[in-house]
């Protein structure tokens, strides 16, 4: 039968299609309505109390830490500007930014600029291996052009709310730019201070040095943390200690002989190649470090406890040789590519 009728059999076989097309529509328009409507784009809120050291030398001093932004196409600026809305409102003292501004060019540093610019608080950065395999320099001076004091193996003091911080700056570790040594000499040991570096595992020699707390980035939490994936692809495959969250040691030190401390891995806002996020802990985030307040005591409830590092393992000669190679190769690229007059 032709024209507008047709047989119970036609309209029975186009029932279960029709059905799921409408659901699979409904879907679609239900989650474009949850990204229209979602001013925060995915961008969970984290909050941790710092280490006990900070209660003994400090009043109150609320820190903000964001990383890897990879600013670029891959992803939407609205979602870069949705995680500095989210941090302006929460007033934070410091803003702290530990690497991979961009992603694999220069094309989006007045971007970075204009991003860095709409933060108002201080803000203090370090260099990822994005960074430097785009152009360190060239990065370096559209984070100033935006306001951010960026560190390069060295420290700087800062006074908020009457309170000095000393913050240490590692140059990033994966392309071989960490100088520690470097970074922590003349730390004044009455002084509080936080510690910044691309790469989390820096953080070892950095409580050596009496750095109580140090925030860092890198892995992006994995970005697919279902059936425990980032686990195996940041631990086992790539060999990180500490993927994502917080981990180590937050009490008091008992004696001069008892180094600990404690490392923060931030999931990061943006990404690199793959834009996808799944799992609880490889959501974008933006993470507050309530410094002076004590740890379980409080008005706020933290996201997660302190975990167990994972075994790790340390890049041998040829990578660490390979990955400073990298960055050796892109600037010639860059320089061939450059045009003449």
Known sequence: MTGRHSTVGEQSAR??????????????????????????????????????????????????????????????????KAAVAMTNAEKPDLVVLT?????????????????????????????????????AEEVRLALQRGGVEVLS?????????????????????????????????????????????????????????????????????GQVTVARLHELAVGKIAGHKYIHGLYGSR????????????VYVGAGIGAAIMPLRLGDRGKREVTIFELGAEVGVGSFAEHHAAQQPLPGRKPTKEQIERRAAAVIRKRMDRERRRPIG
């Open 15 to 80: 029932g279960p299609v029709a059905r799921l097309a409408a659901r699979l529509a409904a879907r679609k328009v239900s989650a474009s309505w949850r990204k229209a409507h979602d001013p925060h784009h995915g961008i969970h809120l984290r909050r941790f109390a710092g280490p006990a050291a900070y209660a003994e030398t400090l009043g109150h001093l609320r820190i903000a830490h964001l990383t890897d932004q990879h600013v670029g196409r891959i992803t939407p600026f609205a979602v870069q």
């Open 251 to 262: 009490a008091a030190r008992r004696n001069a002989q008892d180094l600990h401390g404690a």
């Open 153 to 221: 193996n060295r420290h700087t003091t800062i006074t908020l709310r009457g309170d000095r911080l000393q913050v240490v700056g590692l140059d990033d570790a994966y392309t071989g730019h960490a100088r520690r040594d470097e970074a922590v000499k003349g730390l004044r040991k009455a002084l509080p201070t936080l510690g910044l570096s691309h790469i989390a595992e820096e953080a070892d020699g950095l409580w050596r040095a009496g750095v109580p707390l140090v925030l860092s980035g890198h892995t992006h939490g």
């Open 99 to 135: 690497g991979d501004f961009v992603c694999h060019s220069q094309l989006y540093l007045d971007q970075l600029t204009e991003l860095m610019k709409m933060f108002d608080a201080p803000v203090i950065g370090v260099l990822g291996n994005h960074d430097h395999w785009a152009g």
